[in-house]
């Protein structure tokens, strides 16, 4: 890789220690925001910091915020610096920056890759408003054991689910042209197989097949560089005993050699010191020339870059040719937004004294939560509710509560936008004050009288609307929970408030799929909400009382028990699948079936959706054969055969009858939303080609093998009659 000329004269100045410093990433102790999100590494005071920017020691800064202070330090750097580099300012910008939307997988609920690339649009206007160029998202991990907190920050068990949402959000960042004030950097991460630490326990090992990690773990990432995306973001974990944040095979064979990426790598926060703690270096210097020759770029945060390149520079350890390397693809992603020619790009205190997030973001941020709750169950058609004339009761510890709002991954959110259940609900009430409101329950603890209370709320109601759920601080980074169940003392309250007899609407708070139970599950009406963000209490109130018809439906699968984990839709066939026809000797629980209580893409709507028999056609005739370079138009009929106005994803899945490697039991190949009036039908059609069958085979190629498939298209990944097809030989 060789600049332009003018950073190529640049770079020929730089000494080894201006150099090193484009090298590492610190937290923003200028404009600090959030300093205990990570544990403390090498944390630099303002007054260092500022003569670390001075001495051009530092090329990036990280997780501050606001246009003045930024402005202030890019001017060290690029007036007090001797050669003026201009500093790249990042931030965790996941779901939201003043205005929160949902958590990335409620949204990925919406099944509407279009919406995540509006609110990260969004995001990145009122983040680099605040004086950003860059965030560290979006998340891409695959993510198939719920335990695993961290399924709150991506989209989810499914790979072409993930693929859609992955390259929205970079296109969203990023917008169409880079050096544009708002257009801001996007990091895909965590490079990779991270989704899949073992056990759903934060940071542990990953094991597993090249074939797992190039079908399900690696496509999002690609489709998100594919998408433009100029920067990666090294993973914590191990992989097969090498951890992602020195893995050669990874960062530099496939990445750059196979895939051609041109940006440039940062390492997750203090993963190269880590590589220590691993017991995979002997000490930091080792840790150092590990990660650096392996393709980490940018260490973030652990200083050991600035310890110990020059010394193993010295020693010939590290060549120079590598550091310029290092170097050439941090320059020339600052070229790439712009930064050289307009330092000051993104950091104009006006235009930050001057963003109006509610009157921008606060519509997209009501329709991009009210599109992500999913209705699990409505029993009778208790819902929607009317707004007047039903004696309502708010119970639970949600009903008030601003402090579980956001989720887990935001650290600039503006709590005064936030709506809570209760403001948003009184203000869709014709009269407001029809609505009891009663905690009933701590988040973990009961409260005294909480439950008596509650109960007398209940039996005065015609309706309970129950908020209960996993509180925020239960998801995100190192959240890893043994039971993914409601905590015990809202269970309890949940249980007590059923025993009155009155119909409960479960309004359900979490961060990851949870395994309900008692009167939780029994509900006669259930919304999954997530973590929905600002617009949570408005968003809420306008699927309850029906001004929202919900059209989501599920990204991951919700269990019957926790002890399922890991549970998945797409999981692979065995020798004994769970069969009523067969013994007991089966791939079977003693307690329950090996099914989901709610499966992968299931989701309810106050209007009812009948589909038609599956069809198969080609060239506008009917047709059982994929021919090897040709196309297959998979239809179906959908009708709204209810009285509303509604949106059901149509789902589009196969499976594989026979593989050189054991194929999953169904796989989704794609899906769109179809909006459809009462009594309106329409047919909706997918084109399958060869492509879209491949997976890495035995051989190591990534390729589809001749045979029978069957195809489904359905509203969820359990239901439907299957058509079959032949893929013909080349
Ligand atoms: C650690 C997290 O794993 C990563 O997602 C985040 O971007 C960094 N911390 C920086 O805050």
Same mark, same amino acid.
């Given at each position: 890789?060789r600049l ?10 730089m ?16 404009r600090?925001f959030a300093?205990d999100v ?13 003569e670390q ?18 402005r202030e330090?890019q001017r060290i750097?690029v007036?007090e610096s001797?050669l ?6 990042g931030?965790d ?7 929160v939307f949902p ?5 990925a609920?919406?099944?509407e890759?279009?919406?995540?690339e509006?609110?990260a ?9 605040s ?5 560290f998202?979006?998340t ?9 907190g961290r399924?709150?920050e991506?989209?989810?068990e499914?790979? @072409?689910?993930g693929?859609a #949402? ?17 257009s801001m950097?996007?990091?895909?991460k !965590?490079f990779?197989g991270y ?5 759903g326990?934060?940071?542990?090992s990953?094991?597993m097949s ?6 399900? !773990?690696?496509?999002p ?9 100029l920067?990666v973001?090294s ?10 944040s020195?893995?050669d ?6 990445l750059?050699g196979?895939?051609?990426?041109k940006g440039?790598v ?6 190269? #010191?880590?590589?220590?703690a691993h ?9 150092t020339?590990?990660?650096f020759?392996?393709?980490v ?6 200083g050991?870059y600035?310890a !110990?390149? %020059? ?15 290092? @170097? ?9 937004i ?10 104009d205190p006006?235009?930050?004294a001057?963003?109006d ?7 997209l ?7 992500s709750i ?11 509710l009317r707004k007047?004339?039903q004696k309502l009761?708010l119970?639970g ?6 402090d579980?709002?956001e989720?887990?991954?935001t650290?600039?959110?503006d709590t005064r ?7 948003g609900?009184?203000a ?18 009961a409260?005294d ?6 109960v ?9 609307l129950l908020?209960?759920?996993?509180p ?18 809202q269970q309890a ?10 119909p409960v609407? @479960? ?9 309900l139970h008692?009167?939780?599950?029994d509900?006669q009406?259930i919304?999954?909400?997530? #973590? ?7 968003a ?14 599920? %990204? ?5 028990d926790s002890?399922?984990?890991p549970?998945y839709?797409?999981?692979q066939r065995?020798g004994r699948p769970e ?6 000797f089966?791939?079977r629980w003693?307690?329950?079936p ?7 893409g !299931?989701?309810l709507?106050?209007t009812?959706?009948v ?15 994929l ?9 179906v009929t959908l009708r709204?055969d ?10 589009l899945?196969?499976?594989?009858r026979?593989g ?10 794609? #899906?769109r939303?179809?909006?459809?009036a009462?009594?309106?039908?329409t047919?909706v059609s997918f084109?399958?080609?060869?492509d879209q ?13 001749p045979g ?7 509203p969820?990944s ?12 080349a």
């Amino acid at each position: 890789m060789r600049l332009d000329d003018r950073l190529e004269a640049l770079l020929a100045r730089m000494t080894l220690e201006e150099k090193i410093g484009q090298l590492g990433i610190f937290a923003d102790m200028l404009r600090p925001f959030a300093a205990d999100v990570n544990p403390e590494m090498n944390e630099l005071n303002a007054g260092e910091l500022r003569e670390q920017i001075r001495a051009g020691r530092v090329g990036a800064v990280f997780n501050g915020v606001g246009a003045v202070q930024g402005r202030e330090s890019q001017r060290i750097a690029v007036e007090e610096s001797r050669l003026g580099i201009p500093l790249l300012m990042g931030a965790d910008v996941i779901h939201g920056m003043r205005t929160v939307f949902p958590i990335p997988l409620g949204e990925a609920a919406s099944f509407e890759p279009e919406l995540a690339e509006r609110t990260a649009r969004a995001a990145a206007i009122e983040a680099t408003a605040s004086g950003l160029h860059w965030t560290f998202a979006p998340t891409l991990d695959i993510a198939r054991d719920q335990r695993w907190g961290r399924v709150a920050e991506a989209a989810g068990e499914d790979v @072409v689910l993930g693929n859609a #949402f992955a390259a929205a959000r970079v296109r969203g960042f990023q917008g169409s042209d880079l050096t544009a004030n708002d257009s801001m950097l996007a990091t895909p991460k !965590h490079f990779a197989g991270y989704g899949a630490v073992m056990g759903g326990l934060d940071y542990n090992s990953v094991e597993m097949s090249e074939g797992t990690l190039r079908d399900v !773990h690696l496509p999002p990432f690609k489709a998100a560089l594919d998408a433009g995306a100029l920067t990666v973001m090294s993973a914590f974990n191990d992989i097969n005993g090498v951890p992602a944040s020195a893995h050669d095979g990874l960062l530099t064979g496939l990445l750059r050699g196979e895939w051609g990426f041109k940006g440039f790598v940062v390492s997750d926060y203090t993963a190269d #010191f880590e590589l220590v703690a691993h017991g995979f270096a002997g000490d930091e210097r080792e840790a150092t020339k590990l990660s650096f020759t392996a393709g980490v770029d940018m260490s973030m945060q652990s200083g050991l870059y600035a310890a !110990h390149l %020059p010394d193993l520079v010295a020693s010939g350890e590290v060549p120079m040719d590598v550091i310029d390397q290092g @170097v050439r693809r941090v320059l020339a992603v600052k070229q790439a937004i712009g930064l050289f020619d307009n330092p000051y790009r993104s950091l104009d205190p006006e235009v930050e004294a001057a963003l109006d997030p509610q009157a921008l973001h606060f519509d997209l941020a009501r329709d991009a939560a009210r599109r992500s709750i999913v209705l699990l169950k409505n029993d009778d058609d208790l819902l929607p509710l009317r707004k007047s004339g039903q004696k309502l009761a708010l119970i639970g510890p949600y009903a008030r509560d601003r402090d579980n709002i956001e989720g887990c991954w935001t650290l600039f959110g503006d709590t005064r936008l936030h709506v809570n259940l209760e403001d948003g609900l009184r203000a869709a009430l014709e009269d407001g004050d029809a609505l009891d409101v009663v905690d009933g329950s701590g988040m973990e603890d009961a409260i005294d009288g909480g439950i008596d209370a509650a109960v007398e709320a209940a039996r005065k109601a015609d309706v309970v609307l129950l908020a209960i759920g996993e509180p925020q601080g239960y998801s995100g980074e190192a959240q890893s929970r043994t039971r993914i169940v409601v905590p015990a003392a809202q269970q309890a309250l949940a249980d007590a408030v059923a025993a009155t007899g009155t119909p409960v609407v @479960v309004l359900l708070r979490h961060g990851r799929a949870l395994a309900l139970h008692g009167a939780v599950r029994d509900a006669q009406a259930i919304l999954a909400t997530w #973590f929905l963000g600002t617009a949570t209490g408005t968003a809420v109130a306008d699927v309850l009382f029906g001004d929202y018809n919900p059209s989501a439906r599920l %990204p991951v699968s919700f269990p019957r028990d926790s002890g399922q984990q890991p549970l998945y839709y797409n999981r692979q066939r065995t020798g004994r699948p769970e069969l009523p026809t067969m013994s007991e000797f089966k791939s079977r629980w003693r307690e329950m079936p090996h099914s989901a209580l709610y499966p992968f893409g !299931h989701g309810l709507s106050y209007t009812r959706f009948v589909y038609g028999d599956v069809e198969l056609s080609s060239d506008g005739a009917s047709a059982d054969t994929l021919d090897w370079d040709g196309t297959l138009t998979v239809s179906v009929t959908l009708r709204n055969d209810g009285s509303r106005f509604g949106e059901e994803v149509v789902q589009l899945y196969i499976h594989d009858r026979v593989g050189s490697r054991v194929r999953p039991i169904r796989e989704l190949k794609d #899906f769109r939303k179809v909006a459809l009036a009462p009594g309106e039908h329409t047919t909706v059609s997918f084109t399958l080609r060869r492509d879209q069958l491949a997976f890495t085979t035995r051989s190591g190629a990534f390729a589809a093998e001749p045979g029978l498939f069957d195809v489904w298209i359905a509203p969820d990944s359990e239901a439907g009659t299957a058509a079959q097809f032949t893929l013909a030989r080349a």
